[in-house]
């Protein structure tokens, strides 16, 4: 017992170590902070991101302006599995005092560095920086509506075209930019804070009298005559051996909007009428479909019950048909009950996951001004639900009675987490080969396997011993010794045809907010609406549960009594659903031309879209389960 005591204390102590050296509760700028006038502003930068090619790259990976020395700010896990780089930069302005024409540095292109420039823009790029925590945006006004103003987070780092009558596409490189802040002023204190961060970028060819020096005047915008950029001067083209002037302005405008609402211009970036009508109208179909056929099972079955509960004679007995006819089949052991035990072991992991994480991030703890925490928060909750998949995955597999625990926990703790990470290893390994800033540093794929297995697989080892001590799940029938034979069944209910049906309405469920989370994750938008995201999961695990009762019923109706592995993959095949859609949404809606970007996108769906079947069929299994069980222990058997 005292080494126990001993090896559980190390462990706990260890576990603490490794949390606080990956900052797993790093929260950055959750804090308000006000500015005098006059308070320095400090600029920072993060990656520099493209919807084209998906692949992040560090901002100094451009021959940007540099400060003198270059700091990482403070990382949290879900940060850098994100390709975050967060770094400082020579932009600083001074609280509430504009700027303009300010000379940032001057640089020469060389060969490699103007081919850099030309990749970049031809990907469309965009520059992405921070102030006191918000994101630098461009105000961009829609040309369908008059009044409309929407948001592109980070500014392009150029731009290709003709000009001045050249018939030639020529690149430009957007090297002036003039900032806004907006501030929120308390009129008390006269502190303000800041509330808003936005650009326009320009392209502009500053000239200067004879050779450069750091504070040369510049003749194409002057602060003393106040003489400022405009596009009628000449952009900045990127060839070799061409000189940059980098330069911005500052301008500070006071705002009506106060420190907690300043996110919801980031948020509010799509077409939010559309965005709620179309999941109301999915919720009320998917509401009104499960509400019909509860109603229908609960009349069928009762009759069911009734008339099995009412046979008098041997006779009547003989002629019954149905379900009640396999009673002594029905909970035979299926094939392969150890693979089967395992995944509804994981998919019990997943579930508690998403669901503390939905309730988390619905009532506010996960918002978007916490880069990372999202990620982070699930990572965390991932590993300690390993208790509850141990304990799900003995318990069913004591019922199965096998006896062999250990082994079947070892294959609950490694299945799952090693196909993941195989996959997400080469993923790695193809966004480590194009040298972009994605790709997950050694310390951090090294923590990664430390939290699997230092606190996961421990995790998971415990919740089975807690499982395996319990006594077996009694079923309310018994096994007979020789198996009944199955008839033919028809057309309709091959196992392959129902399977690919029942996931059809599960999908359904989550067909329109589908749409809306793959915009946020590859179209670079940031997603807020978690309390509809909540009541979609809830839709969703009716929708699995009742979709794979009625087809478990049916199947049982046709004295096929093998449901074990078909409740869990009848509502998991929505995951097929998921994936053909994510290939259609691939094709429609992304300007993906890179053979790596595509491998990307395709192996972050194939994960997504399997946690997703091992999710769904889960639900699908203990809804079969608990069905079964509570019809069988309803009917009289002789």
């Known amino acids: 017992m005292a080494r126990a005591a001993l090896a559980l204390e190390l462990w706990i102590c260890f576990s603490l170590i490794l949390f606080f050296h990956v900052r797993c509760f790093y929260l950055p700028g959750v804090a308000p902070q006000d500015f005098m006038k006059g308070d320095l ?20 990976s451009l021959p940007y302006c540099r400060p003198g020395h270059i700091v990482d700010s403070a990382e949290n896990l879900g940060e850098v599995l994100r390709g975050d780089r967060i770094e400082n930069s020579p932009y600083e302005f001074k609280m509430r005092e504009p700027e303009m024409c300010k000379v940032l540095c001057h640089i020469t292109l060389n060969a490699k560095t103007a081919k850099e420039l030309k990749e970049k823009i031809d990907d469309e790029y965009r520059a992405n920086l921070i102030l006191d925590n918000l994101p630098l945006v461009v105000p961009i006004r829609r040309t369908d509506l008059d009044s409309s103003i929407v948001y592109q987070h980070g500014f392009h780092v150029g731009l290709r075209g003709q000009y001045a009558g050249s018939k030639e596409e020529k690149h430009f490189i957007h090297n002036h930019l003039a900032f806004k802040v907006k501030y929120h002023k308390d009129p008390v204190t006269e502190l303000a804070r800041i509330v808003g961060f936005e650009v326009k970028p320009y392209s502009i060819k500053h000239s200067y009298d004879g050779k450069w020096s750091d504070n040369k005047r510049l003749t194409t915008c002057d602060p003393h005559a106040r003489k400022q950029v405009t596009n009628s001067e000449m952009p900045q083209e990127v060839e070799d051996k061409k000189e940059i002037v980098f330069t911005y302005d500052v301008d500070f405008e006071e705002s009506d909007v106060k420190w907690a609402s300043r996110w919801d211009t980031y948020l509010l970036m799509a077409d939010d009428q559309i965005h709620w009508f179309s999941i109301v109208n999915s919720l009320m179909i998917v ?6 056929v509860a109603m229908i099972m609960m009349r069928t079955l009762y009759r069911d019950i009734s008339k099995y509960n009412q046979l008098e004679t041997q006779e009547e007995a003989q002629e019954e048909t149905g379900w009640k006819l396999v009673h002594g089949d029905v909970f035979r052991p299926p094939v392969n009950s150890d693979l089967l035990c395992v995944y509804v072991g994981t998919g019990v992991q997943f579930f508690g996951m998403i669901l503390v994480t939905m309730i988390f991030a619905a009532l506010g703890f996960l918002s978007p001004s916490n880069r990372g925490g999202l990620m982070t928060a699930m990572l965390l909750l991932w590993v300690f639900m390993g208790l509850f998949a141990g304990y799900a995955t003995v318990r069913l597999y004591k019922m199965f009675k096998g006896t062999e625990w250990k082994k079947i926990t ?12 195989a996959i997400f290893f080469v993923l790695n390994a193809l966004i480590w080969g194009e040298k972009s800033s994605g ?5 951090t794929m090294f923590a990664l396997v430390i939290l699997w297995f230092g606190i996961s697989v421990p995790l998971v080892f415990v919740g089975a011993y807690v499982g395996f001590k319990k006594p077996a799940i009694e079923d309310p029938v018994k096994t007979n010794k020789i198996p009944r034979q199955i008839p033919e069944q028809a057309w309709y209910m091959n196992p392959v045809f129902s399977i690919l049906i029942g996931g059809i309405l599960p999908f359904g469920a989550v067909f329109i907010e589908l749409f809306f989370i793959l915009t946020s994750i590859w179209l670079h938008q940031f997603y807020y609406i978690f309390g509809f995201l909540f009541i979609v999961f809830i839709i969703l695990i009716i929708t699995c549960a009742e979709i794979t009762i009625v087809l478990c019923y049916f199947q049982l109706c046709s004295e096929d009594y093998l449901w074990w592995w078909r409740s869990y993959l009848t509502s998991g095949s929505s995951a097929l659903y998921l994936f053909l859609y994510a290939a259609f949404y691939f094709f429609t809606k992304l300007d993906i031309k890179k053979p790596v970007s595509g491998a990307l996108y395709f192996g972050y769906m194939l994960i997504g879209s399997y946690a997703f079947f091992v999710l769904t069929g889960t639900i699908g299994f203990y809804a079969c389960f608990w069905f079964t069980r509570l019809i069988y222990s309803s009917v009289k058997i002789d």
């Open 410 to 421: 070892l294959k609950t703790a490694f299945t799952f987490p090693a196909t993941v990470f």
């Open 287 to 292: 509401l009104f479909l499960s509400g019909m």
């Open 439 to 443: 790709a997950v540093p050694f310390g």
């Open 41 to 60: 502003l400090k600029v920072k930068v993060n990656k520099l991101t493209s919807t084209k090619t998906q692949l992040p790259y560090s901002y100094y």
